[in-house]
């Protein structure tokens, strides 16, 4: 009975001594799971974090691509309404420009009647003149005389716009 009996109590030490490891190794291992807890709580926290920035990002770039397609549009309305704007006012421009060159053609019809007797008479002595002198010195004379006419009749002293207005 001694004999069983110490062997019973080296297996209780026994099993004690590997209950003690197991304790231990449990205690390490609650450890280990609550660090474990925590590093995937923590990773939880992140990943909801970054999902929330991430739709703010989506959002906001959403946003900023409306936005972007209504300035694109505002702008493309806004050269169409200039685009017509000039338009308009080219044609206005135009009108007024023509109405002034018929009204001052009509004016200068009236008013060169008189002038245009004095510079014949100019003209034809000028011409008997000439006629005396070289040739030449006849045609540079001329053209000198009918520009100064031209200007004296029109009262306009650039030349480009003189002949724009001969071509018209």
Not at 111 to 136: M, N
């Amino acid at each position: 009975a001694l004999t069983k009996f110490n062997l019973q109590l080296s297996k209780n030490s026994k099993m004690r001594e590997e209950i003690d490891i197991l304790r231990i190794e449990r205690s390490r291992f609650d450890q280990l799971y609550k660090r474990l807890e925590k590093e995937l709580l923590q990773t939880r926290k992140e990943i909801g974090i970054v999902i929330d920035e991430s739709s703010a990002a989506y959002d906001a770039r959403d946003e900023a691509q409306t936005k972007m397609l209504q300035m694109k549009e505002r702008a493309e309305k806004d050269l169409n309404q200039h685009t017509a704007e000039i338009k308009e006012l080219q044609r206005i421009i135009d009108h007024d420009r023509r109405l002034k060159e018929f009204m001052g053609t009509k004016t200068q019809e009236r008013s060169i009647s008189e002038e245009v007797l004095d510079a014949r008479r100019r003209r034809e002595k000028e011409e008997q003149e000439r006629k005396k002198r070289d040739p030449t010195e006849d045609t540079i004379e001329t053209y000198e005389q009918a520009f100064q006419q031209i200007q004296s009749v029109t009262g306009e002293d650039d030349l480009d716009i003189l002949v724009n207005k001969f071509i018209e």
